[in-house]
């Protein structure tokens, strides 16, 4: 409530408003505590790629709708009502808005969250202070590669990736655009854009990409996770990358 500034009047609003998600969505916060397991693996696997790695705490909350998963000094804070949705068995039908986009393309996948909240723990900023777009989408969607890198599998959302992979080249030369006219977050559509006719947040697509190949262009893989983790260039890092040929 402090981190997120929550109140009590949010809670009771949304209750009272959408008591059918509430009543389903409670079984599968109740659930999370027999994955310890897992989360304890996707520890050990970070451990193993990373040797500064400092181990966060994780406190699974309930929200008032209103964060999925952010980080703050070593701790790993969860809005279990907004992670845990998988509208197989979760009623949305009272949801409307920002959230039902959401909750509807949700898989429920908290492993995929958990690995992407830790790796900003890890970045010196913790959860991405940096303010140009180019450095936004660096240090977020680094987050998606290497928690890809600690579960075996891709991370990101499938909707953004496979619509980047089809528009990968036009998506860049405009991203690029923007980067050289220095155009700020709010002042593009790249992140947080819900209403746009393409996918919100492609600029983790691009990011993810320029990641990616900096990763694939180093020969030392472990050296290469720390310096995408400890990044403070992100200008120097695409030119490292080799991405934008």
């Not at 500034?5 to 009543?23: G, N």
């Not at 920002?98 to 949700?106: A, E």
Request: charged share 30%; with cysteine.
């Amino acid at each position: 409530m402090e981190l997120r500034d929550f109140k009590a009047k949010e809670y009771v609003d949304w209750i009272a408003a959408t008591p059918e998600f509430w009543k389903t969505i409670r079984p599968l916060t109740i659930e999370v505590k027999g994955k310890k397991k897992k989360f304890d693996e996707i520890y050990h696997n970070m451990n193993e790629l990373y040797d500064d790695f400092q181990p966060p705490n994780i406190c699974f909350a309930i929200s008032p709708m209103r964060t999925g998963g952010t980080t703050s000094k070593g701790l790993i804070l969860i809005g279990t009502e907004i992670a845990a949705v998988n509208p197989k068995f979760v009623d949305i039908s009272e949801i409307g808005g920002f959230f039902k986009k959401v909750f509807q393309n949700s898989t429920g996948d908290i492993n995929s969250m958990i690995a992407y909240e830790l790796i900003h723990t890890q970045q010196p900023k913790g959860d991405n202070e940096n303010s140009s777009l180019l450095s936004q989408s660096i240090t977020e969607s680094s987050a998606d590669f290497i928690g890809g890198l600690i579960l075996g599998k891709m991370t990101m959302d499938k909707a953004i990736f496979e619509y980047g992979q089809k528009n990968e080249q036009a998506l860049w030369i405009e991203f690029k655009q923007d980067i050289k006219a220095d155009k700020g977050l709010e002042d593009t559509d790249w992140f947080y854009n819900y209403n746009s006719n393409r996918p919100a947040n492609l600029g983790y697509y691009l990011g993810y990409k320029i990641t990616e190949s900096y990763y694939s262009n180093s020969t030392d893989k472990k050296r290469a996770i720390k310096e995408i983790l400890e990044m403070k260039n992100a200008e120097e890092f695409l030119k490292k990358s080799k991405y934008d040929k």
